[in-house]
């Protein structure tokens, strides 16, 4: 399979998933792992390529109670053998859909033990960070599976479950990201009972699963769990990727679950979100992500990936642009694509966007990204200048049409 058609097919997997059915035998078949016997189930692709599928599989302990907002810890080991024949639960989205018990990651491997352990994709799926999971019907993985790979997709946790963060170390943020790390860990020590090759990882992920793959090819944390990346339709790079305002977002969430408070108190924050009912805090999270990413879109997502405060844990605490630049950052084989005109697969009424628009017209420093500097005054001589470049100086920010903004030539 060339590098294009990777690249394409996993742009087309994204988007259009129900394409893609399997054939199911229904045979079961027995994994032993240093965790404990893992039962998955034989089906077939459509081409006719036998594979096992091992479906939600718990890789770290149900992040509930105590342990939401706080790192992932590893699944202990189980006596009885564990179930992997249906998916599990995703994680918790939308408007309370799905649940916060939800680290599972999901294996397809068409040799259990294969004399020459095969190369495996690890894929993080997409969704703004606000939505998505690693269930068969979502990301069907059975044209990689004809090509003789172990395919592995994994969940985790979203919104203010994932991505709350204060700025300090009681919320430091990216808890997400951390999931990811630890699900790479799990490949590391068990791939091989699925017949995978450990040191022929390959870490890929589409949009903010891109994201996610650019942010722990950054992160020291990450290095030696595998040996390529694939970014595809989105890095860290990308401004939305970023978080800058996550901060807000969480203590606005605080208060649309009743926090009554006239001061930002992290600890008072965290003691009173891990008390609120998962899917109250969840709708609650939508409005405060809404309304924040709308304040300043350039700012980036209202949750999402931060910068956190140094420390030995700390996955990701310096700017993209500076390791990029300096080298420092996990040097291995990279695949990065990207698609024409993707967002506007995004419709919008015409007229939404347009009044959505007219803001820069007053608000000239929303057109400069707030990471350029904290000073107002020099946001709104950027903005002038990118106003003046592409629209002129009289000419208000106009709407072509759903998909494009207008711009002079």
Request: net charge negative; proline share 5%.
């Amino acid at each position: 399979m060339t590098t294009q058609n990777i690249i394409c097919f996993l742009a087309f997997l994204s988007f259009y998933p129900v394409l893609f059915k399997c054939v199911t035998n229904g045979q079961n078949i027995t994994v032993t792992t240093p965790s404990g016997k893992i039962l998955g189930v034989q089906n077939q692709t459509s081409n006719g390529t036998e594979y096992y599928a091992f479906k939600g599989i718990r890789y770290a302990q149900a992040p509930l109670d105590d342990l939401r907002f706080e790192p992932p810890v590893p699944v202990e080991a189980w006596n009885d053998t564990y179930d992997a024949t249906e998916d599990k639960s995703a994680c918790m989205q939308g408007l309370g859909d799905g649940s916060e018990d939800c680290l599972f990651l999901s294996v397809y491997t068409p040799s259990i033990n294969s004399s020459s352990p095969l190369p495996v994709l690890v894929w993080i799926h997409g969704g703004y960070l606000l939505v998505g999971d690693a269930k068969l019907d979502s990301q069907n993985p059975e044209y990689l599976l004809d090509e003789n790979i172990v395919f592995i997709q994994i969940q985790y946790r979203l919104g203010i479950f994932g991505f709350i963060a204060t700025g300090d170390e009681v919320l430091p943020g990216n808890i997400g990201h951390k999931d990811q790390l630890l699900a790479l860990k799990w490949v590391q020590e068990n791939v091989q009972y699925f017949g995978g090759d450990k040191d022929k990882v390959t870490l890929g992920g589409q949009s903010a699963g891109g994201v996610s793959t650019s942010v722990l090819a950054q992160s020291p944390l990450a290095k030696g769990l595998f040996r390529s990346v694939i970014m595809d339709s989105g890095t860290s790079l990308c401004l939305w990727s970023r978080a800058r305002r996550a901060d807000e977002a969480s203590y606005q969430t605080g208060l649309l679950t009743g926090l009554i408070s006239i001061t930002e108190n992290s600890e008072r924050l965290k003691k009173h979100l891990k008390k609120v009912d998962a899917k109250a805090l969840q709708i609650a999270t939508e409005t405060a992500f809404t309304l924040v990413t709308a304040k300043d879109p350039l700012a980036g997502l209202g949750l999402g990936t931060v910068l956190e405060p140094y420390s030995e844990d700390a996955l990701f605490f310096n700017n993209s642009y500076d390791l990029l630049s300096s080298g420092n950052f996990n040097q291995v084989p990279m695949l990065v694509g990207v698609n024409s005109n993707e967002a506007s697969v995004y419709d919008g009424p015409v007229v939404f966007l347009m009044a959505f628009s007219s803001r820069y017209d007053f608000d000239r420093k929303s057109l400069a990204p707030i990471n350029m500097t904290d000073d107002d005054k020099e946001r709104s001589q950027a903005g002038k200048e990118v106003k003046n470049k592409y629209w002129g100086p009289l000419l208000p920010v106009t709407v072509q049409d759903n998909h494009t903004i207008s711009v002079r030539n």
